[in-house]
C-alpha cells in the first residue's frame, strides 16, 4: 500500500519561510512525479509545484520564483521550500504522487497545515 507522509508545516510569519517534506513508501514501482498542491474550506485544491524522475519542474504562476521543488536526500522524498509567505496562503499542503503508469495524481499524503499570520 502506497503512502505519502508530509513534514514541516507549522506557523510562520508573513515574509517568512518554511520547508515542506514528503516521503513515499509502498510502491512496487518509482513514482513517476511528485508534487506539491494545497487546499483552504470551501476552495478547490490547487496545484503548487511537481517534479519528473528526470528532475523537471512545474511550477502555479502563483508560487514562481517564491516556491522551489527538489528531490530529497533520500529516495522517493521530495521538498518544497517556500518562501515570501503571505496569509492567504493558510492552507493545508498537500503531497501528490503519480504511480509509475499513471498520467494523474493518483497517491495522496494526509496534508500538513500552513498558517501565516500577519
Known amino acids: 500500500q502506497v503512502q505519502l507522509v508530509e513534514s514541516g508545516g507549522g506557523l510562520v510569519q508573513t515574509g517568512g519561510s518554511l520547508r515542506l517534506s514528503c516521503a513515499a513508501s509502498?510502491?512496487?514501482?518509482?513514482?513517476?512525479?511528485m508534487g506539491w498542491y494545497r487546499q483552504t474550506p470551501g476552495k478547490q485544491r490547487e496545484f503548487l509545484a511537481d517534479?519528473?524522475?528526470?528532475?523537471?519542474?512545474n511550477y502555479a504562476d502563483s508560487v514562481k520564483g517564491r516556491f522551489f521543488i527538489s528531490r530529497g536526500n533520500a529516495k522517493n522524498t521530495v521538498v518544497l521550500q517556500m518562501s515570501s509567505l503571505k496569509p492567504e496562503e493558510t492552507a493545508v499542503y498537500f503531497c501528490?504522487?503519480?504511480?509509475?503508469?499513471?498520467?494523474?495524481?493518483?497517491?495522496w499524503g494526509q496534508g500538513t497545515q500552513v498558517t501565516v499570520s500577519s
Open positions: 501528490a504522487g503519480r504511480g509509475a503508469r499513471s498520467t494523474v495524481y493518483n497517491y
Open positions: 509502498g510502491m512496487i514501482l518509482p513514482l513517476n512525479a
Open positions: 517534479i519528473n524522475n528526470e528532475n523537471s519542474a
